[in-house]
């Protein structure tokens, strides 16, 4: 989990920095950098776990 977190933080950062650079306002720079790194944190969570899943599937086919 502080993996995730330390990903949103990030995420966050860049949004907010890209956004505010491309609009010029804070508002929206804001608003970008809460919802979009929001949604993608949570996807990327379960990418990791499907992604953990695939690589168990390879070792368990591996050892039979």
């Known amino acids: 989990m502080k993996k995730t977190l330390t ?4 995420h966050f950062s860049v949004a907010f920095t890209i956004t505010y650079l ?3 306002s804070i508002v929206i720079g804001g608003a970008v ?21 695939i690589e168990a599937n390879d070792l368990a086919i591996a050892a039979s």
């Open 7 to 10: 990903f949103a933080i990030l």
């Open 33 to 53: 950098a809460l919802i979009e790194p929001a949604v993608n944190t949570v996807v990327y969570y379960f990418h990791d776990k499907v992604w953990n899943r």
């Open 22 to 24: 491309l609009t010029g």
